[in-house]
C-alpha cells in the first residue's frame, strides 16, 4: 500500500508561481514511477506530468510543457511539481499518483495509488 498527500495549493495571479509537494509513505516509493494530474470544474481528470523512478525520464502535458517542472528526491520519499507562468487554465484540483506497473504512463488508469488532491487557483 502507497500513501500519498499533498501539500497545500493556494491561489496565486496569473504569471505566478506556486509548487506543490507529495509526500509517499509505505510500499517501496522509489521504484515507482510517479505522477500528477488535474481536474478543473466540469471536466474530466487529465495528465499533467510523469516522472521515472530514477528522475531521469520526465514526460508532460502539451498544455504545460516549458512551464511546470516534476522533480523527485526518493531520499525524502517526494515528488514536487513546479509550476511557473501559471494560466487561469491552470486552475484545478491537482492530484499526486503512483503506479504499481512499468514505464511512465499518461493515462489515469494505469495510476494505483492517488492522493486526497490540491486545489490551485489562477486569477486573471
Known amino acids: 500500500q502507497v500513501q500519498l498527500v499533498e501539500s497545500a495549493g493556494g491561489l496565486v495571479q496569473a504569471g505566478g508561481s506556486l509548487r506543490l509537494s507529495c509526500a509517499a509513505s509505505?510500499?517501496?516509493?522509489?521504484?515507482?514511477?510517479m505522477g500528477w494530474f488535474r481536474q478543473a470544474p466540469g471536466k474530466e481528470r487529465e495528465f499533467v506530468a510523469a516522472?521515472?523512478?530514477?528522475?531521469?525520464?520526465?514526460y508532460y502535458a502539451d498544455s504545460v510543457k516549458g512551464r511546470f517542472t516534476i522533480s523527485r528526491d526518493n531520499a525524502k520519499n517526494s515528488v514536487f511539481l513546479q509550476m511557473n507562468s501559471l494560466k487561469p487554465e491552470d486552475t484545478g484540483l491537482y492530484y499526486c499518483?503512483?503506479?504499481?506497473?512499468?514505464?511512465?504512463?499518461?493515462?489515469?488508469?494505469?495510476?494505483?495509488?492517488w492522493g486526497q488532491g490540491t486545489q490551485v487557483t489562477v486569477s486573471s
Open positions: 509505505g510500499r517501496t516509493f522509489s521504484s515507482r514511477t
Open positions: 499518483s503512483a503506479t504499481l506497473g512499468f514505464g511512465i504512463p499518461r493515462d489515469e488508469d494505469d495510476y494505483d495509488y
Open positions: 516522472i521515472s523512478w530514477g528522475g531521469g525520464t520526465a
